[in-house]
T-cell receptor
Framework: RKEVEQDPGPFNVPEGATVAFNCTYS??????FFWYRQDCRKEPKLLMS???SGNEDGRFTAQLNRASQYISLLIRDSKLSDSATYLC?????????FGAGTRLTVKP | EADIYQTPRYLVIGTGKKITLECSQT?????MYWYQQDPGMELHLIHY???????EKGDLSSESTVSRIRTEHFPLTLESARPSHTSQYLC??????????????FGPGTRLTVL
């Protein structure tokens, strides 16, 4: 079993849709959590950290459920520019573990 | 924007050549990493360093080697390139202080093609 597992995708959604990505992690000792975004043929870039109480940044909301070892990312009112691969990242004992990513395509 | 640089951005080279992929960061980060990523596939950690003179192998076995003589510089070397080394190589760095803020910043990557 992989340490970080994500929805396989791809997700194809119309502009304006709300889309949710899920991620589960296997190591209960995981200490910090992040969502990264990677555009095609580009490097990953930090989208947002995920805090225990949940956090929001504009149209993006991240949630963490430690009991279920589950992280989510919600994108509201999706834009064409949101098309990318979203990577779930978990810090375990100072090692960053990347999920395989979920590809999102937002269509007009 | 992160101050982490990689050169070359693209490299096409013949089998058997020795190559060095450069990575530099000007943020004073202690921790640096090399990842390998094939198109549409996940990132694989191949090397990391927690500081000067510290290097470790990552999860994915790689024939490459790295060195960390200076904080800001973390080059990756392939002694004899083969077509199986064709991939994108991404360098990253992080502060390494508090876990909650230990985000990694990535360079633009080097796309390597070995003929």
């Amino acid at each position: 079993r992989k340490e970080v597992e994500q929805d396989p995708g791809p997700f194809n959604v119309p502009e304006g849709a709300t889309v949710a990505f899920n991620c589960t992690y296997s190591n209960s000792a995981s200490q910090s959590f992040f969502w990264y975004r990677q555009d095609c043929r580009k490097e990953p870039k930090l989208l947002m950290s995920v805090y225990s109480s949940g956090n929001e940044d504009g149209r993006f909301t991240a949630q963490l459920n430690r009991a279920s070892q589950y992280i989510s990312l919600l994108i509201r009112d999706s834009k064409l520019s949101d098309s990318a691969t979203y990577l779930c990242v978990v810090n375990v004992n100072n090692d960053m573990r990347f999920g395989a990513g979920t590809r999102l395509t937002v269509k007009p | 924007e992160a101050d982490i640089y990689q050169t070359p951005r693209y490299l096409v080279i013949g089998t058997g050549k020795k190559i060095t992929l450069e990575c530099s960061q000007t943020m004073g980060h202690d921790k640096m990493y090399w990842y390998q990523q094939d198109p549409g596939m996940e990132l694989h950690l191949i090397h990391y360093s927690y500081g000067v003179n510290s290097t470790e192998k990552g999860d994915l076995s790689s024939e490459s080697t790295v060195s960390r003589i200076r904080t800001e510089h973390f080059p990756l070397t392939l002694e004899s390139a083969r077509p199986s080394h064709t991939s994108q190589y991404l360098c990253a760095s992080s502060e390494g202080l508090a876990l909650s803020t230990d985000t990694q910043y990535f360079g633009p990557g080097t796309r390597l093609t070995v003929l």
